[in-house]
């Protein structure tokens, strides 16, 4: 990064610091003294940032921020270095981006009687698959994955989603690993001279392992053709979908 002071200065531009909700995070500031004095760090945590905290190694320039009660979205610290021969401070306000924590789990609705992991349908047309997300925030867009290809997103109103695949990613007979991810999106920056907007995305949930078995039951046993006048006609009707 480019360095611009007089004596001394932390770097023009530092990067966001990003973590999620309540994932402390730790990172080395850099500073620079033309005359090659040590130099002390500070930092802090404005009025306008409430629910996070940070320390700070004055010698090293080691900082840690730890959302305490902060909800996700764009926040700021105050960071400042000084030469250990002056008195005045470079200080920068630095943005902190908190992401949603991921969603907790799925829960497969188009399942087939008795297993709910089965289902008949492999998201063709016509054949779309229905969902649930739970662990969700309202008002973020909750994206489903089959295998790591998209296959169905909504916009939660609760703290749960229910959504319906696209039907245009055909899934293969066989077994599906399913996650989700939360994505808060246009989150306002508003941080020192940074202004604009930020996609805050979380990690993606625990998968759940899916069964998709599109074929059509075969007949594996064959009919009794003969029956007797008076008598009671049975046929146990065998398929390959009998376990």
Same mark, same amino acid.
């Given at each position: 990064?480019?360095?611009?002071?007089?004596?001394?200065?932390?770097?023009?531009?530092i990067?966001?610091?990003?973590?999620a909700v309540?994932?402390?995070?730790?990172?080395?500031l850099q500073?620079?003294?033309?005359?090659?004095?040590?130099v002390?760090?500070?930092?802090?945590?404005?009025?306008?940032?409430?629910?996070?905290?940070?320390?700070?190694?004055?010698?090293?320039?080691?900082?840690?921020?730890?959302?305490?009660?902060?909800?996700?979205?764009?926040?700021?610290?105050l960071?400042?270095?000084?030469?250990?021969?002056?008195?005045?401070?470079?200080v920068?306000?630095?943005?902190?981006?908190?992401?949603?924590?991921?969603?907790?789990s799925?829960?497969?609705?188009?399942?087939?009687?008795?297993?709910?992991?089965?289902?008949?349908?492999?998201?063709?047309?016509?054949?779309?698959?229905?969902?649930?997300?739970?662990?969700?925030?309202?008002?973020a867009?909750?994206?489903?994955?089959?295998?790591?290809?998209?296959?169905?997103?909504?916009?939660?109103?609760?703290?749960?989603?229910?959504?319906?695949?696209? =039907? #245009? +990613?055909? /899934?293969?007979?066989?077994?599906?690993?399913?996650? %989700? *991810?939360?994505?808060?999106?246009?989150? &306002?920056?508003?941080?020192?001279?940074?202004? =604009? #907007? +930020?996609? /805050?995305?979380?990690?993606?949930?625990?998968?759940? %392992? *899916?069964t998709?078995?599109?074929?059509? &039951?075969t007949?594996?046993?064959?009919?009794?053709?003969?029956?007797?006048?008076?008598?009671?006609?049975?046929?146990?009707?065998?398929?390959?979908?009998e376990?």
């Open positions: 990064p480019v360095s611009i002071c007089m004596t001394t200065c932390l770097p023009f531009s990067a966001a610091i990003e973590t309540n994932a402390p995070v730790t990172i080395t500073a620079h003294d033309v005359e090659g004095d040590p002390r760090f500070d930092a802090y945590v404005p009025q306008t940032s409430p629910g996070l905290e940070v320390s700070i190694d004055a010698e090293t320039g080691k900082l840690t921020v730890t959302p305490v009660s902060a909800q996700p979205g764009v926040y700021a610290i960071v400042g270095v000084q030469s250990a021969a002056g008195s005045d401070w470079d920068q306000a630095v943005p902190v981006y908190l992401h949603p924590l991921a969603p907790t799925i829960e497969l609705l188009t399942h087939a009687s008795g297993n709910d992991r089965l289902t008949y349908l492999n998201n063709t047309p016509g054949n779309e698959l229905g969902f649930r997300v739970f662990g969700v925030r309202p008002g867009l909750v994206s489903l994955y089959a295998d790591g290809q998209l296959i169905g997103q909504a916009t939660a109103t609760s703290s749960s989603v229910t959504l319906a695949t696209n =039907g #245009t +990613v055909p /899934l293969a007979d066989g077994i599906h690993q399913i996650t %989700a *991810i939360q994505t808060l999106e246009d989150e &306002p920056i508003n941080v020192g001279n940074l202004k =604009g #907007t +930020v996609d /805050l995305v979380s990690k993606a949930s625990p998968s759940l %392992a *899916i998709v078995d599109s074929g059509m &039951p007949f594996t046993s064959t009919p009794v053709t003969v029956a007797a006048e008076g008598s009671q006609y049975t046929y146990d009707v065998q398929t390959a979908e376990a």
